[in-house]
């Protein structure tokens, strides 16, 4: 669903900026940062527009130690142009001009489509980055931020230790492996949408040594290789392809996704390439593997929905391909991160992310 990012101190904007979400009375001035609020359901409060959110596109990356040099003047003018760019490439609205649509008029289980939905956004924001760090050695930011980065990598590691035991989840996110480390050396690990390949390195910590990382943007992939080089992980692999047309041509133990299911969607054919998303996923996880989906822009609930609804499009259409039958599902929930902050507005929690994962059967 829908949620907002509150911003601590709102920097004037220069002129042509796009404009930035427009915060609800009660959050005005509290001096926090909160995402989408996974858990919250379709009956809770409206907060800032999913095309408000969309067009503040900066707001969406959480600054970390990782940093950027770069004054917020200049970054929000930076996006101003490169949104503008992928405007006139791609038909959409002006920046500047009234982007929001009547929400009552919309699908709601369907997400506005925004720039952040497509590659040249990600690519003239991978180069900006990219100079950054030749420049000054910084990795850029980190989608949801450092700690949400380490809460998958550690979490991922947990649940693959009751994976190898043959045990299920104890709905406990702390991490007590009495699980030979060495054992994790046989997972292959993908993370889709690798961006500066920093969840590669915290799993890399976490004892995981066979990694990919893929990415359809050149920048992206020559930033996460810098870094991975400079940080002494030079055994990840990074390739570039696109989740959607990929070429890989083998299956992953794991396969990471932290935010490009969030990016997919918000293509103004989001929809369609969603599907095709989980279709490329399923190809790529090895019967008994599992999916890791960290999302901002979906609650629990929805992501369990959007692949109940894969599974039964999938089964229906093998259904038709091979007659009658007992076709099994392709994917099954096994467990969610339960340890993000969460906060409470008009009644109900919510947290700030999700992190979500799915078994290949």
């Known amino acids: 669903m829908a949620g907002i990012r509150l911003t601590p101190e709102e920097p004037e904007l220069p002129q042509g ?16 940062t909160t995402g989408a609020l996974a858990g919250i ?21 959480v600054r970390s130690e990782y940093g950027s040099t770069l004054d917020d003047d200049q970054r929000y003018a930076d996006t101003a142009e490169v949104l503008a760019a992928a405007a006139a490439s791609a038909n ?14 919309q699908d709601p289980g369907e997400v506005e489509g925004s720039m952040l939905g497509l590659q040249s956004y990600w690519d003239a924001s991978y180069s900006e980055d990219l100079a950054n760090f030749q420049e000054h050695g910084h990795a850029g930011e980190i989608w949801f931020g450092a700690d949400v980065m380490d809460t998958v990598a550690v979490w991922t590691k947990k649940l693959c230790a ?14 007590n492996c009495e699980v030979d480390e060495k054992q ?17 390195q915290a799993l890399a910590k976490q004892g995981f040594s066979d990694l990919t990382g893929t990415d359809y943007s050149e920048g992206a992939i020559e930033l996460a290789k810098n870094l991975a080089a400079r940080d002494g992980f030079t055994a990840i692999n990074f390739l570039v392809d696109d989740i959607l ?25 989001g929809h369609a390439k969603r599907v095709m998303y989980w ?26 929905q959007e692949v109940a609804e894969f599974n039964k499009r ?40 999700c992190t979500v994962a799915f078994q290949r059967l």
């Open 92 to 105: 959409f609205p002006s920046a500047t001009s009234d982007y929001c649509s009547d929400k009552d008029d």
């Open 184 to 200: 994790f050396s046989n997972y292959h690990v993908l993370d889709v949408g690798t961006g500066n390949g920093l969840l590669l």
């Open 279 to 304: 279709e490329s996923v399923s190809n790529l996880v090895e019967p008994g593997g599992i999916a890791v989906i960290t999302s901002c822009n979906h609650t629990k609930d929805e992501l369990l």
């Open 314 to 353: 999938k089964i229906d259409k093998e259904h038709v391909d091979e007659g009658a039958g007992n076709v099994p599902q392709i994917f099954r929930y096994i467990d969610h991160v339960r340890t993000y902050p969460t906060i409470m507005f008009g009644g109900v929690e919510g947290s700030q992310v």
């Open 245 to 269: 047309e990929t070429k890989l041509d083998r299956k992953f133990k794991i396969v990471t996704d932290k935010g490009t299911l969030d990016a997919i969607g918000l293509h103004p054919d």
């Open 17 to 32: 900026t796009p404009p930035r979400p427009q915060l609800p009375p009660a959050f005005a001035g509290a001096g926090a």
């Open 41 to 61: 359901g379709s009956g809770g409060f409206e907060m800032a527009s999913d095309d408000e959110r969309s067009v503040a596109a900066d707001s969406w990356s």
């Open 162 to 175: 009751d994976i190898i035991r043959g045990g299920t989840s104890s709905g406990n996110d702390s991490v």
